[in-house]
């Protein structure tokens, strides 16, 4: 059965950072593009990053900068470094798995990490 199992999410300051965990069972990640998406109570859910089978990542306009994704396929595991934190960043993050990076839906789903982000 295909697993995906996000870690690394937590309580941080303004400014602060974290690095997210996406670790895959059941598939092999470095087949697919993989993303995070993050969704806050009150908000849509909306896509943060994307990462395609060979390596190029695709941000959205509120983190470009501010977030890299990256994948370790020896690991069978996708990471996003998030830096210079803001409180809008507050949400639960939910590593996907789809074919494409693109205008197309998410095939896989992992369960979600909250980051929170206060002062």
């Known amino acids: 059965q295909v697993q995906l199992v996000e870690s690394g999410g937590g309580l941080v300051q303004p400014g602060g950072s974290l690095r997210l965990s996406c670790a895959a069972s059941?598939?092999?990640?470095?087949?697919?593009?993989v993303g995070w998406v993050r969704r806050a109570p009150g908000t849509e859910r909306g896509g943060v990053s994307c990462?395609?089978?060979?390596?190029?990542?695709h941000y959205a306009d509120s983190v470009q900068g501010r977030f890299t994704i990256s994948r370790d396929n020896a690991k069978n595991t996708v990471y996003l470094q998030m830096n210079n934190l803001k409180t809008e960043d507050t949400a639960a993050y939910y590593c996907?798995?789809?074919?494409?990076?693109?205008?197309?839906?998410?095939?896989?789903w992992g369960q979600g990490t909250q980051v929170t982000v206060s002062s």
């Open positions: 059941g598939l092999t990640l470095d087949d697919y593009a």
């Open positions: 990462i395609t089978s060979g390596g190029d990542a």
């Open positions: 996907a798995v789809k074919d494409f990076c693109g205008p197309y839906p998410w095939e896989y």
